[in-house]
């Protein structure tokens, strides 16, 4: 019996991609790894002539993952991420238990070294950016901070009296501290008061809430629109908000901040290039304790 992806679903029941839709925000999943789930389950589905998950099992994903490898020459990474979407699927969804699944073909891990960008080529780089960008990418490098980690900050999560970053819902789902660097403390300020300034034309408008897990937001229904709660990054245009279907603004691009990066290390120069994009666009790889980082001061 063949199924397409999301159903056919006995009557009065949900379709299997609205289940699984609801298991990920029951746990409060971020939405990217809702979207990632949902289209690894689609593939896997497809990939098996649209049989309805409920009809395979353990060698069905192992071969699926195989085929991945082998065929597809995904990354481990990717691989890892398609495993998870499916014992996401049959553990949460379907609940059925499956025995571990290790008989596949792992994706081959590539073996590199950490790269690392001096003092000067860091101000190079710098000294090529400027405005919002300038102050993320500083800010990032010298918190140490992931890129969504810091497109993520609300304006409560910046303590300038202790100098320090409250990064909420980070790496594991954990919350940690790190530095707010001396260097980027005044072009920061300077940057909160232009989007404290967005933020009342907002609400003038008729806007200026922004998305809040569904538990805080209907424990503190005016939470939105308060100061506190708005994002350090906006985005410049308002748009429909995917959780609550309501016009809101959302925090700046991670594709915005990554497009200014790499124009700012083509003008820096060849190793720039090659090396900031996964410094400081992708993932931070510096020690949030490194004195470097908290003393460097902003290209003039």
Request: hydrophobic content about 40%.
């Amino acid at each position: 019996m063949s199924a397409n992806p999301d159903g056919p679903p006995p009557p009065g029941k949900p379709k299997l991609l609205s289940r699984v839709q609801a298991a990920i925000r029951l746990r409060h999943y971020s939405l990217r790894t809702e979207r990632a789930y949902s289209d690894w389950i689609k593939r896997f589905i497809l990939f098996h002539g649209k049989r309805h998950p409920e009809e395979m099992g353990e060698a069905e994903i192992t071969e699926f993952l195989t085929h991945l490898a082998v065929q597809g020459g995904v990354a481990a990474s990717t691989q890892n991420q398609a495993l998870s979407a499916l014992l996401f699927l049959y553990r949460e969804v379907l609940k059925v238990e499956l025995p571990w699944v290790a008989s596949f073909t792992p994706a081959k891990r590539p073996v590199r070294l950490p790269v690392v960008l001096t003092r000067e080529e860091v101000q190079r780089l710098f000294a090529a950016m400027e405005g919002t960008m300038l102050v993320i990418a500083q800010l990032l490098y010298g918190g140490g901070l992931r890129l969504l980690e810091g497109l993520r900050l609300r304006v409560k999560d910046l303590d300038f009296g202790y100098r320090q970053i409250v990064v909420r819902d980070g790496k594991g789902a954990k919350d940690r501290l790190t530095i707010l660097p001396d260097s980027v403390r005044s072009p920061l300020k300077r940057h909160l008061a232009r989007v404290r300034l967005l933020h009342y034309e907002d609400l003038e408008a008729g806007f200026g809430q922004v998305w809040l897990p569904s538990a805080l937001q209907h424990k503190y229904p005016q939470a939105p629109r308060e100061w506190g709660w708005q994002w350090v990054f906006p985005a410049a245009k308002r748009s429909l908000d995917p959780h609550s279907g309501q016009v809101a603004r959302q925090h700046a691009s991670e594709k915005m901040v990554q497009r200014a990066v790499q124009a700012a290390a083509k003008k820096a120069g060849p190793r720039e290039m090659h090396l900031i994009i996964t410094i400081i666009a992708a993932n931070s790889g510096r020690s949030t304790h490194d004195q470097n980082c908290s003393t460097m001061s902003a290209p003039s």
